[in-house]
């Protein structure tokens, strides 16, 4: 298997530019989480899914964050309008089940927001 | 306070010293996740233990669920090992399984 996949790996944008990233889940996996990382606030839970539905998006820090998984293979977090203090590194990750804790993070799209 | 806690937040070492990495925890748990994170960014699953001990390689894991404590272990550390270790656990009164993270510690071994 090749893992979780995530699209960009880099991504540089100005500010008030829509930002997409792009998560492909491990095949089979049934929930899956966007992580964003910084330096001040380490890893922070944005949204996570289970069977493609939205459970928890408490973490999303505002209504310029947005998050979908339109079928079991794909997921987008979307930034619209981005600003600077949107850069980050932002994890995809996937798990079986909700019987499990296990996680298989994806490589992580580095953002920088000019 | 934070649910979990990881010790020291920083080390250095020198090559082939033996590495503890504490993590405690003040919630129930299911389990406890050991992950590491390398300079490059990518996050990769070491350990997942809700008892014992488990063994891979040069890295041991233990758990003490009694003192809400566990530690990871390096033997014969190499500079390839510098990285950041991360803890995480996944909490009894969660129905969903989600983990509450550690800060992380960031390890570096001197060559």
């Known amino acids: 298997d090749a893992g979780v996949i995530q699209s960009p790996r880099h991504e540089v944008t100005e500010m008030g530019q829509e930002v997409t990233l792009r998560c492909k889940p491990i095949s089979g996996h049934n929930s899956l989480f966007w992580y964003r990382q910084t330096m001040m606030r380490g890893l922070e839970l944005l949204i996570y899914?289970?069977?493609?539905?939205?459970?928890?998006d408490s973490g999303m820090p505002e209504d310029r964050f947005s998050a979908k998984m339109p079928n079991a293979s794909f997921s987008t977090l979307k930034i619209q309008p981005s600003e600077p203090r949107d850069s980050a590194v932002y994890f995809c990750a996937s798990r079986t089940g909700t019987g499990s804790y296990e996680q298989y993070f994806g490589p992580g799209t580095r953002l920088t927001v000019t | 306070k934070n649910e979990v806690e990881q010790s020291p937040q920083n080390l250095t070492a020198q090559e082939g010293e033996f590495i503890t990495i504490n993590c405690s925890y003040s919630v129930g748990i299911s389990a406890l996740h050991w992950l590491q994170q390398h300079p490059g960014g990518g996050i990769v699953s070491l350990f997942m233990?809700?008892?014992?001990?488990k063994k891979h390689g040069r890295l041991i894991a233990t758990i003490n669920i009694q003192e809400k404590h566990s530690s990871l272990h390096i033997t014969a550390s190499h500079p390839r090992d510098s990285a950041v270790y991360i803890c995480?656990?996944?909490?009894?009164?969660?129905?969903?399984?989600?983990?509450?993270w550690g800060a992380g510690t960031k390890l570096i071994i001197k060559p």
């Open positions: 233990l809700s008892s014992g001990k």
């Open positions: 995480a656990v996944g909490s009894l009164m969660d129905s969903n399984y989600q983990l509450i």
């Open positions: 899914f289970n069977n493609n539905v939205p459970i928890d």
